[in-house]
């Protein structure tokens, strides 16, 4: 049995890969989660490590490790997990990104430019804009400061990417489950962030699109920066979830590792899905399932959790849960 733990309200990303796992799979809130004082032996994949507080953190950590040391496989243990700005430094220390990541509140002066702003913590992407130069970065964060607008939990990132053709950018996902790296798919867009891409009549009607599919092909296929992306989930501490990355020349830069990816239905993956791509996305589909089969272990047993967090959790649960604020 494989059982997904994520953050209270964000169960939906997985809630169509779900149907697909045998023998069966469940998610778990991490509320529901410390209620228990025993829990079903098998995988346990932790998630949504970026919406929980220090001290909740803590609780799943020490529900993890007893759950690794009852013999279950524990996949990205919260123990283990960096965060966004730790991850985008290591990977730039470790000569994998060629990008850098600041915290705003640090008056960044980065070395290349544009960059822009994002909050360490969300998935959203909708208001950022490219600022071009230091003097205008700085001008930019007085101004917030000057709105009242803290900088705290702020990142300032290189933008570091090349475009597929004049005016249009593309972006590689890939999955890892356990020790499998998936290469699953690339999309493109005609904004530098690439988030939800060329439908298929966009594609059609694309310049390059040949060369687009030839590409995705050989990115699904011949999983070619397998190696380079597990060290990037290494380093991040991550053993379910999924890379997105850019190109620069040769190379990729990793921009985001994401513990609870949004996983859509077959009828949204392949309802509007264009015909040159189909054969490759069902490759990587089927890929993921079967990798994420492989992981599912025996259920039979409980493991009984004990510990003085996990007691205090308990006695003080009922009085914050409805006032508990999620990031988004």
Known sequence: MINFVTASGHGWPVRHLLPALRPRARR??????VRRTRLPKGTWIFTDHERLSAFETSVAASVAQQLRQAGCTVLNHPAEFKSRYTQLDALWRAGINQFR???AEDSPRPSRFPVFIRREYDHDGTDRVLIPSQTELDAVLASQRKQGVSLNGHLVIEFASDQASPGVWYRGSAYRVGDTIIAHHM?????????????????????????????ERALVFGNEHAELLRRAFDIGGIEYGRA?????????????MNTN???????????NIHPGREATQRFSEHKLHDSLNALSTASSGKVLLTGELLAFQRRIFPLFVPLMMRRP
């Open 187 to 215: 999309a493109l867009d005609d904004h530098w962030l690439v988030k939800d891409g060329f439908d298929a009549r966009r594609l059609e009607g694309y310049e390059f699109r040949a060369e687009f599919l030839a590409r």
């Open 28 to 33: 778990w809130s991490y509320e529901l989660l």
């Open 244 to 256: 997105d990355f850019g190109f620069l020349g040769d190379t990729i830069q990793v921009y985001e």
């Open 261 to 271: 990816p949004t996983h859509g239905s077959t009828r949204k993956v392949f309802g």
């Open 101 to 103: 990541a600041f915290r």
